[in-house]
T-cell receptor, first 113, second 116 residues
């Protein structure tokens, strides 16, 4: 079985540009989570969805960040406009109905110059 | 506000020794406590998890000890091996009556090195 798939794996962009990160959760999983990892702040929850509906977005840093889940097999995290402090590794994770275990993708390393 | 405090930040253990990592939490609504292992360039992977209705859970060389009254839990790695060298994160989350997942609050991580 394929695990959580994220693309791109690496993204380098310039300040002010729009960045879109993509995630395909494990088939059959009904929860999808977006996390951000930095040296200073560690792993932080940004937002999560249940059955494609956003449940908690209190971790989204500011209005420049937005996330969508148009269907059960795809989610996007968008940053517009991007800033150097957004540089981090962004992880997507999913979990199956009634279970706590979250399966993480390989992450997208974002560098904003 | 850091809701899950993890220590130490880094740890060096000799091969065959016991590695111990500690975490403390503040939110009494937390009732699911997993430990994740992360290798460089990879996403975190669940190692072992515990619910507060038990004080200890063991899976192979990995044991979680849980102290609900002190709001502390720890990971013990017995017979530590060089392949265990990784970053370990404790985490916590509440859960709902439906049993589904909730977002995890992570500790800052412990960089573990097992020396041959």
């Amino acid at each position: 079985d394929a695990g959580v798939i994220q693309s791109p794996r690496h993204e380098v962009t310039e300040m002010g540009q729009e960045v879109t990160l993509r995630c395909k959760p494990i088939s059959g999983h009904d929860y999808l989570f977006w996390y951000r990892q930095t040296m200073m702040r560690g792993l932080e929850l940004l937002i999560y969805f249940n059955n494609n509906v956003p449940i908690d977005d209190s971790g989204m840093p500011e209005d420049r960040f937005s996330a969508k889940m148009p269907n059960a097999s795809f989610s996007t995290l968008k940053i517009q406009p991007s800033e150097p402090r957004d540089s981090a590794v962004y992880f997507c994770a999913s979990s199956s109905p009634g279970r706590h275990e979250q399966f993480f993708g390989p992450g997208t390393r974002l560098t904003v110059l | 506000q850091q809701q899950v405090k993890q220590s130490p930040q880094s740890l060096i253990v000799q091969k065959g020794g016991i590695s111990i990592i500690n975490c403390a939490y503040e939110n009494t609504a937390f009732d699911y406590f997993p430990w994740y292992q992360q290798f460089p360039g990879k996403g975190p992977a669940l190692l072992i998890a515990i619910r507060p209705d038990v004080s200890e859970k063991k899976e192979g060389r990995f044991t979680i000890s849980f102290n609900k009254s002190a709001k502390q839990f720890s990971l013990h790695i017995m017979d530590s091996q060089p392949g265990d060298s990784a970053t370990y994160f404790c985490a916590a989350s509440p859960s709902y009556s439906g049993g589904g997942a909730d977002g995890l609050t992570f500790g800052k991580g412990t960089h573990l090195i097992i020396q041959p």
